[in-house]
């Protein structure tokens, strides 16, 4: 958290714009804050929802792409195999899941249906108590669990599909600020305050984003 909040004190400071950071706990309060915000940093499906029905300007997206990781409780076969017929948990309308269900798909694995969480905490606990077997988990969310927090699980597979990322976008209200915003931005990894600071988040650089079609294009193709 501190790392982000850091990011936006640089991105205000290298676009002279002011910008706030607006934190949500999980997904019901990060949805309800979107009539407020003026500038969102969202997963590829959120964006598509907020250029599509809120009228949101893309920005840029990054190199840290979205994956998911696959799991199951401990005794369960760790094969992709082993979720056919299997109750899934995960967050649903997110990229992660849809993502999950792809793999598997293309596997030729069906799930029986997928089990519906807040949050990706809310999902890790239920695994870990049993209430369901197998699970999505979005990969940045596991690459930041200590061994104790997965403790009574195991990773199926962990993607590396380097597809689309989050991808920050601007409110209609702010769409003046929207190149100086962009180009603030693309300049981020060559500064000398948005370097470390991109490093500590895992992104190596931004590259300009019009449009979610493609996005679309892969809902629609599911």
């Not at 988990?137 to 597809?163: I, K």
């Not at 769409?175 to 000398?192: D, I, M, T, V, Y």
């Amino acid at each position: 958290m501190t790392s982000w909040i850091e990011f936006f004190v640089v991105l205000g400071a290298v676009s002279k714009e002011e910008i706030g950071f607006l934190p949500a706990q999980d997904f019901p309060e990060f949805y309800r804050l979107w009539p407020q915000v003026d500038l969102v940093y969202a997963s590829p499906l959120d964006a598509l929802r907020l250029e599509e029905e809120h009228g949101f300007l893309p920005l840029a997206g990054n190199d840290r792409y979205d994956e998911v990781v696959l799991l199951v409780r401990e005794g369960v076969p760790p094969r992709l195999e082993s979720f056919g017929g299997a109750r899934v948990g995960a967050v649903p309308d997110t990229f992660a899941a849809l993502l999950g269900q792809e793999l598997l798909r293309k596997s030729g694995v069906r799930p029986s249906e997928l089990v519906p969480f807040g949050s990706w905490n809310e999902v890790l606990a239920a695994l870990r108590k049993g209430q369901i077997t197998h699970a999505f988990l979005y990969r940045d969310y596991y690459e930041e669990l200590s061994p104790v927090s997965l403790e009574g699980t195991t990773p199926v597979l962990v993607s590396e599909t380097r597809r689309f990322s989050h991808v920050f976008l601007l409110s209609p209200r702010q769409a003046g600020k929207k190149e100086a915003l962009l180009s603030a931005l693309l300049a981020l990894p060559e500064h000398p305050m948005g370097r470390p600071v991109l490093e500590e988040l895992g992104i190596g650089r931004f590259y300009p984003v019009d449009s979610t079609r493609m996005i679309r294009e892969l809902v629609t193709s599911g």
